[in-house]
């Protein structure tokens, strides 16, 4: 793992142009590469405060890396298969893993709301769908939200896709919008069999 992806909860000094060699930890104690034991004092590293190779640290060091190798094996998977990954954000509930997902290859996110959709947004998302219906009483937050990153959601309703249309119209934005299938959990979306549904398309898609 990189500088970009070792988790530095305390250190001020992300940003150094690399670090000593360290060979191993223990305690405040650090054996450098060139075989000086030294002493580590800069009081903003985490190891100051909870000592090297402690083992609740030394855990999670490890699962971190863990999640990083399978999302490397994730996304390598979809990509083989010419198709586009869209992780869930209920799963990720971490702006900085949903960020380790963009950097190899997602195409963007999904949020099961627009509070959620709005701290994924604010720490730099760019592109969120929101899978679901969304009420036309959320215009306001959305048209927030399309300022700092793209935005789309779901319409199972023609009346529903009407009001946003005329939102969007009235603002002078424009609504990027899918039409949900219902597969036969009954929740949301249109079903594929019903009279007219080819109509609804149409007149969403107008």
């Known amino acids: 793992a990189g500088m970009t992806e070792i988790w530095n909860p305390y250190t001020q000094m992300k940003g150094l142009n690399g670090y000593p060699e360290v060979v191993s930890g223990k305690a405040e104690y650090l054996q450098l590469a060139d075989g000086r034991r030294v002493i580590d004092s800069v009081s903003s590293w985490r190891a100051v405060i909870h000592g090297y190779a402690h083992p609740r ?15 490397d094996r994730l996304q390598a998977a979809v990509t083989a298969k010419g198709l ?21 290859g997602a195409v963007g996110i999904c949020c099961a709301k627009l509070d959620e959709a ?85 007149s969403v898609n107008d």
Request: aromatic share 6%.
């Open 84 to 104: 586009r990954l869209r992780p869930h954000a209920k799963t990720l509930k971490s702006t900085r893993v949903a960020r380790w997902h963009l950097d190899r």
């Open 118 to 202: 709005k701290i994924f947004a604010e720490n730099g998302v760019e592109n969120i769908r929101l899978p679901y219906p969304l009420n036309p009483s959320n215009a306001p937050l959305l048209l927030t939200l399309q300022d700092q990153s793209r935005i789309s959601f779901i319409v199972d309703h023609l009346g529903v896709a009407q009001q946003w249309s005329e939102l969007m119209q009235r603002h002078r934005r424009i609504a990027e919008v899918l039409i949900k299938v219902d597969v036969g959990f009954h929740r949301c979306g249109i079903d594929p069999n019903a009279p007219g549904v080819f109509d609804f398309i149409r």
């Open 57 to 71: 640290l030394d855990k999670v060091l490890i699962e971190q890396s863990r999640v990083i190798a399978n999302i």
